[in-house]
């Protein structure tokens, strides 16, 4: 069974551009979430993904946007990027739902390293 | 708001020395609670996880974690390290209903292991 797929693993921009990052869950989950982990904050949800919903989102600024394709691919965008956004950006994906009491655990993909100059 | 604190950053230890790592985190209602690992160039794996019922969990590689409901604390213990034990760790919760997969970590605790 194929794991959680990012694409591209590594890439480096400049301020002010714009990226997109590309994650592939595994065959029939429906659930993506998006996380940033850097040295100092650590990791930090983005948002989640539900059969093409945004169902939560973390406390990041609207330049970080995201969404869900119907195969439950899904991207995340970065618009006008700072230094600050260097990260790994790390996705993963469950077949739980997360509404009710279950095993909602999470497999992570490799991530996506950004580095902003 | 949610929050998950692990108390140590960094740990070093020699190999066969027991260790145990922190968690406590804030959350009135009832929780999920996870170890994570992430072994150097490796994408984060998890360790253990506890749900509910036997609030002592066993995990993978001989891990083990205690649900301490009146503490709000998950602590991780191994018996015995090894030189492969090397790699950093987080403690995170999400709610056990509604939390819609979303998991709050830890800071993480990077474990050194030293022959």
């Known amino acids: 069974k194929a794991g959680v797929t990012q694409t591209p693993r590594y890439l480096i921009k400049t301020r002010g551009q714009q990226v997109t990052l590309s994650c592939s869950p595994i065959?029939?989950?429906?659930?993506v979430s998006w996380y940033q982990q850097t040295p100092g904050q650590g990791l930090q949800f983005l948002f989640e993904?539900?059969?093409?919903?945004?169902?939560n989102k973390g406390n990041f600024p609207g330049r970080f946007s995201g969404r869900q394709f119907s195969n439950s691919r899904s991207e995340m965008n970065v618009s006008t990027l700072e230094l600050g956004d260097s990260a790994l950006y790390l996705c993963?994906?469950?077949?739980?739902?997360?509404?009710?009491?279950?095993?909602?655990?999470?497999?992570f993909g490799a991530g996506s390293r950004l580095t902003v100059l | 708001a949610q929050s998950v604190s692990q108390h140590n950053h960094h740990v070093i230890l020699s190999e066969a020395a027991s260790l145990e790592l922190g968690c406590n985190y804030s959350?009135?209602?009832?929780?999920?609670l996870f170890w994570y690992v992430q072994y150097p160039g490796q994408h984060l794996q998890l360790l253990l996880k506890?749900?509910?019922?036997?609030?002592l969990v066993k995990g993978i590689k001989g891990f083990e974690a205690e649900f301490i409901k009146s503490k709000f604390s998950f602590n991780l213990r191994k018996p015995s390290v090894q030189w492969s034990d090397t790699a950093e760790y987080f403690c995170?919760?999400?709610?056990?209903?509604?939390?819609?997969?979303?998991?709050?970590f830890g800071a993480g605790t990077r474990l050194a292991v030293h022959p």
């Open positions: 993963a994906s469950t077949d739980m739902t997360g509404l009710g009491s279950g095993a909602n655990v999470l497999t």
């Open positions: 065959s029939g989950h429906r659930s």
């Open positions: 993904y539900f059969s093409e919903t945004q169902r």
């Open positions: 959350y009135g209602g009832t929780v999920n």
């Open positions: 506890y749900f509910s019922g036997d609030p």
């Open positions: 995170a919760v999400t709610p056990n209903s509604g939390g819609y997969n979303k998991l709050i």
